[in-house]
């Protein structure tokens, strides 16, 4: 979509979000996703451009998915996703904490048991920060690594205000940064772990600098960082991979998954790719069952094919 | 300044932890990135080697400032000197 049109968009739910808070949150969660809706149904290039890429994806996969409804869901997921967790800001505990169904808590806090920290094994599928928004709100000692999230609510503002050894700012991480400033941060996420919190970082990041690994997701092959592997191997942390769902009722669906181990020797062999790998397939499964939760991954422009220069060349 | 004794004593640690091979000299200039072709999770290994090897914490705000052999065995004399005090 064009930016003009992301940017008008952006202001009119900075303008609406403080009334839709006043509502039933569910009801105002599904209001959000009736603008995405809203917005397929007027556009007929947003329209043939999401059921283009839903019909692609259905074709690579193999599944049975409705194309118009699956495109027109999609639609109105993508506006709440971008909207992050600003829904939530300045709602009560109580009210945000019915905004959440949450499964299998019980990976989380076992992994947390074993005295290790835990890696919060996240993507981009689904509501991807408001797990995040649930680890705060259930005051668990959390830490992103990764870039800085931008446009989050001023509630999740305010958590990233920690400082010190273990504090956050340290932790958001650049695409810029050297080797001896990569090897910092890993060190300090390290500290973050072996202190006994959680460190939430992204499992679906396309990267092409050091440490990326190559992986196959939804039919083509693209680069993921291996961050999140060498972390674990470097400090036996256990990783517990998470999805959060936006349903169709309006609210935040968790599931945590059960929790795994990368052994230490993984950064030193080819199975940093093999755990790149099964994690993308586990994000491939969610997408498989859950198509309108797939935000952008229909749209991502495929690293394998072949350039203009290579396909004249052939 | 730090001994001879503990800069060999560092070089010993970065070849072990980076699996430097043992044809490649390491000397007191020799630069963690640029001679020794370490990259970041290296780094790190050999960080964790240091602070395991001298029972010393690297802070990681230093990580950029030790861009050499040298570098690290004065940080290494540095934190024992900090901690005998």
Redesign the interface.
């Known amino acids: 979509m064009q930016r003009r049109a992301l940017n008008i968009r952006k202001g009119l739910l900075r303008i609406i979000l403080p009334a839709l808070r006043r509502l039933p949150l569910p009801l105002a969660s599904r209001m959000v996703a009736g603008i995405g809706r809203t917005e397929y149904n007027l556009h007929s290039e947003l329209r043939l451009a999401f059921q283009t890429a839903v019909e692609r994806a259905r074709t690579t996969l193999g599944c049975g998915w409705d194309i118009s409804s699956t495109s027109l869901e999609l639609a109105g997921n993508q506006v709440r996703w971008r909207t992050r967790d600003l829904l939530l800001d300045g709602v009560s505990d109580d009210r945000a904490g019915r905004m959440f169904l949450v499964d299998d808590r019980r990976h989380l806090d076992e992994a947390l048991a074993l005295g290790k920290g835990a890696i919060i094994l996240a993507c981009h599928f689904g509501a991807h920060l408001l797990p995040a928004h649930w680890l705060f709100r259930e005051k668990y000692p959390l830490r992103f690594y990764m870039e800085r999230p931008r446009h989050v609510s001023k509630y999740m503002a305010r958590q990233f205000e920690s400082e010190g ?1 273990l504090g956050q700012d ?1 932790l958001f991480i650049s695409r810029q940064g ?11 996420a ?2 973050v772990l072996q202190s006994g919190m959680l460190i939430y970082i992204a499992g679906d990041v396309r990267w092409a600098g ?2 990326s690994q190559p992986a196959t997701f939804l039919g083509h092959t693209f680069h993921f960082s291996a961050t999140w592997v ?1 972390l674990a191997a ?1 400090t036996g942390a256990p990783v517990v991979p998470v999805f959060c769902q936006m349903q169709n009722d309006g609210r935040f669906h968790i599931e945590y998954h059960p929790r795994f181990h990368v052994p230490g020797d993984a ?1 030193k062999t080819a199975q940093a790719a093999h755990w790149v790998q099964s994690y993308i397939n586990l994000l491939e499964a969610q997408v498989r069952q859950h198509p309108t939760n797939s935000n952008e991954y229909f749209f991502w422009p495929a690293e394998d094919l072949p350039t203009e220069g290579e396909t004249k060349a052939a | 300044m730090s001994s001879p004794s503990l800069v060999a004593e560092v070089a010993d640690a970065v070849r072990s932890a980076a699996k430097i091979p043992s044809n490649v000299a390491i000397t007191d200039n020799s630069r963690l ?1 640029d001679d020794l072709n ?4 290296d ?3 050999v ?2 080697q240091i602070q395991d090897h001298f029972d010393i914490v ?1 802070d ?2 230093a ?2 400032t ?2 050499t052999v040298s570098d690290l065995a004065r940080y290494v004399a540095q934190q024992r000197g900090a901690a005998a005090a």
Do not use: E, M, Y
């Open positions: 050894p340290k050297d080797t001896a400033a990569a090897a910092g941060s890993i060190l300090r390290s500290r050091q440490h060498n470097l950064v | 990135i370490i990259d970041s999770l780094l790190v290994g960080l964790l690297i990681d705000d990580v950029p030790l861009s």
